[in-house]
């Protein structure tokens, strides 16, 4: 029973519930990622980044939150209207994070470039 319990913990961390996050739909997004580049790639990036966030998972979804921003930019520019989707899930997660200032920085980058 330990073992199952530590292995739930490293699929879905430490305060996650199991069932809630599906570690195949997880992988199944990483390799996609890794398949494909550029914008095509971005809805993929959120859903993976989404959750992640569902599971606890915080740095890895902040490792692909900034990873999608730079593939955004990359494409698009700082100003690329690709960004608001990752920015506001990149917000998201830094508020799990309890990291409220940067995440209201997201969000108001976010609310600026769909404005814009």
Known sequence: MVILAKKTQLL???????????????????????????????????????????????????????????VAEAEGGSENKALVPVLNEYANVLTGMRRKVEADKMKERAKKISKG
């Open 12 to 70: 879905y961390g430490p305060r996650s519930k199991p069932g809630k996050v599906s570690a195949k739909n997880i992988g199944e997004l990483e390799v996609k990622i890794k398949l494909n580049s550029g914008v095509a790639v971005l809805d993929d990036m959120v859903s993976l980044i989404q959750l992640y966030r569902k599971a606890n998972r915080f740095e890895d979804a902040e490792r692909y939150c900034k990873q999608a921003v730079q």
